[in-house]
């Protein structure tokens, strides 16, 4: 699986959009791009994946490069509760249950 | 839908016990991975287990061994445990189906403290 380069932390004001950034210039064509984050004293929480579109559902969007070597996990409106470490995983794995997990972005959304 | 339930949340043993840790899946998914985190090597994939068959392995020693039922639960056993056995373990869930669409659904993890 390809490797990830993640800012090892980033701060946000509430209310306003955080957009974590990933670099994955390694990427191959069958490797998917995977984002989880894990709350303090919680498991991972899957948040969104994608190939090579962008991706939105209710929790975040991700922005694909077209070359495909960066992505940026977008939540609008952060929260709080959004303080937690991102992981953007890259992976073949049709299954997604074999990840490689790196340090993440620590992410604190402050008041 | 009830989530990925982990027991015990805490545990404590011994150096050279052996410990088993217990997970049950979400309802309808056939595919149980389990990792282990610590704070130096972070979160490391163990292995996988779909229809009672072990499907994934990673790089552990083999006293790190597991198992699924005919229910999809699962148990994971840590044999002769040493002290840099202590971390989180976590077990999460899915389809399995081999579909993107199956993303990985983690429990909260047991937390082995071995002393």
């Known amino acids: 699986d390809a490797k990830t380069t993640q800012p090892p932390s980033m701060d946000c004001a509430e209310g306003r959009a955080a957009n974590l950034p990933c670099n994955h210039s390694?990427?191959?064509?069958?490797?998917?791009v995977y984002w989880y984050r894990q709350i303090h004293s919680q498991g991972p929480q899957y948040i969104i994946h994608?190939?090579?579109n962008n991706e939105t559902n209710e929790m975040a969007s991700l922005i694909i490069t077209e070359d495909r070597k960066s992505s940026t996990l977008i939540l609008p409106h952060a929260t709080l509760r959004d303080t937690a470490v991102y992981y953007c995983?890259?992976?073949?794995?049709?299954?997604?249950?074999?990840?490689?997990f790196g340090e993440g972005t620590q992410l604190t959304v402050n008041p | 839908k009830a989530g990925v339930t982990q027991t015990p949340r805490y545990l404590i043993k011994t150096r050279g016990q052996q410990v088993t840790l217990s997970c049950s899946p979400i309802?309808?998914?056939?595919?149980v991975s389990w990792y282990q985190q610590t704070p130096g090597q972070g979160l490391q994939f163990l292995f996988e287990?779909?229809?009672?068959?072990?499907?994934n392995k990673g790089n552990f020693p083999g006293r790190f061994s597991g198992r699924q039922f005919s229910n999809s639960r699962s148990e994971m056993n840590v044999s002769t445990l040493e002290l840099g056995d202590s971390a989180l373990y976590l077990c999460?869930?899915?389809?399995?189906?081999?579909?993107?669409?199956?993303?990985?659904?983690f429990g909260n993890g047991t937390r082995l403290t071995v002393t």
């Open positions: 995983i890259v992976s073949r794995e049709t299954s997604g249950s074999r990840l490689t």
């Open positions: 287990y779909f229809s009672e068959t072990q499907r």
């Open positions: 390694t990427i191959s064509g069958n490797e998917y």
């Open positions: 994608g190939l090579k």
């Open positions: 309802s309808g998914h056939r595919s």
């Open positions: 999460a869930s899915s389809s399995g189906t081999g579909r993107l669409n199956s993303p990985l659904h």
